[in-house]
């Protein structure tokens, strides 16, 4: 059974661009979650989303968005990029909204200059 | 605020032996309680889950749940070299919204 896969890997991006970054979750998964993980601050909460429903969401500035499609492949954007969204941005899926059972990807190592 | 707290270490600990995390959570109505492991460049895979006061053991690993004090732990046995990572607790309440509330992790060192 395939992973959670995370695109791209690794990216530098300057201030104020825009970044877009996918999730392919395992198979039969509905949910999927956004994290943004830097050493300071944890895991910290983007989103959640079920059946291409945003479920929950954590408290980042409106530049950062996300979506869910009908295959449950889910994608963030992140806009106008600043220094400090230089992270670790992970994807977790889940078999369904209520379990905290979560599978990781690999993450997506975003680098703003 | 709803916060999980744990100690950030790190907690060294020679080869063989127990080693004991502790966590602690502030929110009385959380139902579920995830012990997650993430190895220095790697992302967090999740090694225990427990539900119920009391303990669950899996291997080398338990996780002991007290909800009257709010804690829930993790003892790993005979502690290994490859045991040596950080270590996440997530905590969840119950109803419709069940969103993870994490502990920034304890760092875990297994000396040989």
């Known amino acids: 059974k395939a992973g959670v896969t995370q695109t791209p890997r690794y990216l530098i991006k300057t201030r104020g661009q825009q970044v877009t970054l996918s999730c392919s979750p395992i198979s039969g998964h509905r949910s999927v979650s956004w994290y943004q993980q830097t050493p300071g601050q944890g895991l910290q909460f983007l989103f959640e989303y079920f059946s291409e429903t945003q479920r929950n969401k954590g408290n980042f500035p409106g530049r950062f968005s996300g979506r869910q499609f009908s295959n449950s492949r889910s994608e963030m954007n992140v806009s106008t990029l600043e220094l400090g969204d230089s992270a670790l941005y992970l994807c977790?899926?889940?078999?369904?909204?209520?379990?905290?059972?979560?599978?990781f990807g690999e993450g997506s190592r975003l680098t703003v200059l | 605020q709803k916060e999980v707290e744990q100690n950030s270490g790190p907690l060294s600990v020679p080869e063989g032996a127990i080693a004991s995390l502790n966590c602690t959570y502030s929110d009385r109505g959380s139902q579920s309680f995830f012990w997650y492991r993430q190895y220095s460049g790697k992302s967090p895979e999740l090694i225990m889950s427990i539900y119920s006061n009391g303990d669950k053991e899996d291997g080398r690993f338990t996780a002991q749940l007290n909800k009257a004090s709010q804690y829930v732990s993790l003892l790993i046995r005979d502690s290994q070299p490859s045991d040596s990572a950080t270590y996440l607790c997530?905590?969840?309440?119950?109803?419709?919204?069940?969103?993870?509330?994490w502990g920034l992790g304890t760092s875990l060192a297994v000396n040989p």
């Open positions: 977790a899926s889940k078999r369904d909204s209520y379990t905290g059972e979560l599978f």
């Open positions: 997530a905590v969840s309440g119950a109803g419709n919204n069940r969103k993870l509330i």
